[in-house]
């Protein structure tokens, strides 16, 4: 498989640590998005929404939206399965991602801080207060689910799907002054996350396209 992404989308971290804890193998494909390798036409051939990431599976197929590409890896590869047994465990682990890809992590991508900037005539401060204002009300909803489902992960004690969105969202919040110290249960969920192998080999800084320092 290939792996067309950006060591810092949050939307591609997702999808890494989908396949770390699978233990699956794939190649990395950057694009590059501060280039706007993302508009180009080979890219918007795998993708015509111009986003990453993009996954080329090993029949040639190539599949978009991390959820989506998720749900395909869970299917192919059921085990360590990223969904709870349980059938409303399982909505709620599949309920808390789609939150945070949905109405959490949109709000604050590249191309919408970029048209707020550009066009919004937004300033540094107007930035903030909408991202704490949106994404980050998302953030805080997530948090009450995680008190009814959560235990050492965001919902029960295996990692799933959830947390697959969670640790992204957290280093996005962090990049973009996001204010997460009310979520109690988040944090801890996130930090024991971070430790976690996993988690720890899909982390943008250890990608090959990382840019250091
Ligand atoms: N819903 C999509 C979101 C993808 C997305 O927003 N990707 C971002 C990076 S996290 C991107 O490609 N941004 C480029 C841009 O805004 O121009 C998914 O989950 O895959």
């Known amino acids: ?5 950006y060591w810092r989308s949050s939307a591609t971290y997702r999808v890494r640590i989908a ?5 699956l193998d794939y190649d990395h494909a950057p694009v590059n ?10 890219h918007l051939a795998r993708n ?5 990431p993009a996954l080329e599976t090993d029949d040639g197929a190539v599949l978009t939206q991390s959820l ?4 395909y890896l ?3 590869f059921p085990q360590p399965s990223l969904l709870p047994a ?21 709000l604050m991508n590249l191309r919408i801080q970029q048209y707020l900037k550009n066009e919004g005539g937004f300033d540094a401060d107007n930035m903030t207060a909408w991202l704490n204002r949106w994404p980050g009300s998302a953030m805080a909803a997530v948090e009450k689910q995680v008190e009814k489902y959560g235990g050492k992960f965001c919902v029960g004690d295996a990692p799933s799907i959830a947390d697959c969105c969670l640790v992204p969202q957290f280093y996005a919040a962090a990049r973009f002054g996001i204010d997460v110290s009310d979520f109690s249960k ?7 996350c971070l430790e976690h192998p996993a988690f720890k080999k899909a982390h943008p800084d250890n990608q090959p396209d990382a840019v250091k320092g």
């Open 33 to 42: 998005l501060l280039e706007g390798e993302q508009k180009s036409e080979a």
């Open 86 to 106: 349980d059938a409303a465990a399982r909505a709620a682990a599949r309920a808390m991602a789609l939150t945070l890809a949905s109405e959490a992590q949109p």
């Open 48 to 52: 015509p929404l111009g986003l990453v």
């Open 68 to 71: 989506a590409i998720i749900e």
């Open 1 to 5: 498989m290939k792996l067309f992404g």
């Open 186 to 192: 988040l944090n801890e969920i996130n930090t024991r």
């Open 19 to 23: 396949l770390a804890l699978k233990e």
């Open 74 to 76: 869970e299917e192919q």
